[in-house]
């Protein structure tokens, strides 16, 4: 399905938007604001943006931690002030302040994330199976990142979800470094989508840089998933422009990242490349670019104000109520 001139608007909108509130979180760890990490994904806002705006209001998602699923989770309708809130452990976060980066709303078919790297692709298998008893087409979509591909819980949860033809797409964000560590390092192959192979479910390579290109990717394996066709993976092809938390030395191994290379990706980053691609058909104009980079930066120092000025989540029994069950 083509995209309209109004969805390619909105997910160059929801890119910047994304890019925006990404940049407002790196200063307010360094400022203080954030007790914990924060782990940006300023270069691959294209591959959440893209393949969430095929989705259903009643499908799932598990955003995985790159970023924090901030470019899901925008997407799916979560409030901007509620994210900074939970960063900043305030009582208007989406998780009532109790979990700083792990983002979850339910009722926007946001569950949360495994404690554990690669603890999601067994979480998304569960959620597989009950939408597989619901009958009524809903898909799971996972993300995680190139380097939980080594993990058993990926072995185990696509053994399951093959098998029983589970509606779940795992999307791979090959941000080409795990941790430090490059992923020709690790991998004897070229594209991780070709663990697909040995469990007879499709696995597609897409250029995570082009929003429209991971968005008509993933529309197909929607598709399958909801026809109770089984499980696929789309592995996106993509580059974080950070290192891997902010604070932490930026390293290829044991030596700095190439500053060529991070420039490299820089001429391919996705908000660039789509501002472009709209600019040159005329789906946009200069000026309509410089006012949706204005009111994203308003709709952050707003958001980012309220939330500062939020109550602190300090509460005991709200806490042990949100952690425990009766």
């Known amino acids: 399905m083509k995209l309209t001139k109004e969805q ?20 307010a760890l360094f400022a203080g604001k954030i007790t914990l990490f924060y782990h940006s994904q300023q270069g691959q806002e294209a591959v959440g943006v893209g393949a969430c705006a095929s989705l259903r209001e009643d499908d799932y998602i598990f955003p995985g931690h790159r970023g924090h699923g901030i470019s899901k989770g925008l997407v799916r309708g979560m409030g901007v002030r509620s994210i900074f809130a939970e960063h900043y452990n305030k009582v208007t976060g989406c998780c009532r302040g109790i979990s700083s980066f792990h983002l979850a709303q339910i009722e926007l078919g946001i569950p949360g994330h495994g404690s554990c790297l690669g603890g999601d692709f067994v979480l998304a298998a569960g959620f597989g199976i009950a939408a597989e008893l619901r009958g009524k087409g809903q898909v799971v979509m ?3 990142g190139d380097g939980t591909l080594g993990r058993g819980t990926f072995h185990e949860a696509m053994v399951m979800a093959s098998k029983r033809k589970l509606p779940v797409i795992y999307v791979i964000e090959n941000n080409k470094y795990q941790v430090s560590v490059p992923v020709e390092e690790i991998w004897p192959m070229e594209n991780l989508a070709d663990l697909a192979l040995g469990y007879h479910v499709p696995g597609v390579v897409v250029d995570g840089q082009d929003v429209i290109a991971v968005n008509e990717a993933v529309q197909p394996l929607i598709d399958r998933a909801r026809k109770g066709e089984g499980p696929s993976i789309l592995e996106c092809k993509t580059y974080r422009n950070r290192p891997h938390a902010e604070g932490f030395n930026d390293l290829r191994i044991n030596v700095p990242r190439p500053q060529e290379e991070i420039n490299a990706w820089l001429e ?11 600019l040159k058909e005329g789906t946009l104009t200069q000026a309509e670019i410089k ?18 000025e939020d109550p602190i989540q300090n509460d005991p029994e709200v806490i042990h109520k949100l952690l425990y069950a009766d």
Do not use: H, N, S
């Not at 204005?294 to 104000?305: I, N, P, Q, S």
């Open 268 to 278: 391919r980053d996705p908000i660039k490349l789509f501002g472009e691609r709209l």
């Open 8 to 27: 390619k608007k909105k997910l160059y909108i929801d890119m910047v938007r994304v890019r925006k509130l990404d940049e407002f979180l790196v200063k």
């Open 291 to 308: 006012r949706i980079d204005l009111e994203a930066t308003k709709e952050m120092e707003e958001a980012d104000r309220l939330a500062t």
């Open 142 to 144: 996972c993300f995680q």
